[in-house]
């Protein structure tokens, strides 16, 4: 059952995704930023935890879980280390995203022309 919410959740989030899309003139940039600042907003009042208690990894698939894992890592990073440890966490919990993206970025240039 787990595994039908955490599609349902995912879908939910894209089908919301492109309703913004469609029905208003925000460009995927902005509606990409808004997803991430709404993680952010749900981890802050940790709904988003309770969230991916119950959906499972459907959760932490969608942009949402960039927010709540820039939040969480800064809030642990900050009880660790004070203020420091606010940006050390948030690159501590991301890390590995902000990686592979650009990677996978640079090797796809590598193989395709942009577009005019």
């Known amino acids: 059952m787990i595994y039908i919410y955490s599609f349902l959740f995912a879908g939910l989030i894209c089908l ?4 913004i899309l469609d029905n ?30 119950h959906v499972g990894g459907g959760a932490l698939v969608p942009i949402t879980s960039f927010g709540h894992l820039l939040i969480h890592g800064g809030m642990q990073g900050a009880m660790e280390n004070g203020f420091i440890g606010l940006a050390m ?16 970025a640079f090797i796809f240039s590598l193989f395709f022309k942009p577009r005019d």
Do not use: C
């Open 89 to 104: 966490g948030m690159f501590n919990f991301t890390a590995s995203g902000i990686t592979s993206a650009i990677f996978f």
């Open 16 to 19: 919301i995704g492109q309703l």
């Open 24 to 53: 208003t003139k925000l460009t995927p940039g902005h509606i990409t930023s808004l997803f991430v600042i709404i993680g952010s907003f749900l981890d802050i009042f940790n709904i988003y935890d309770l969230i991916v208690a």
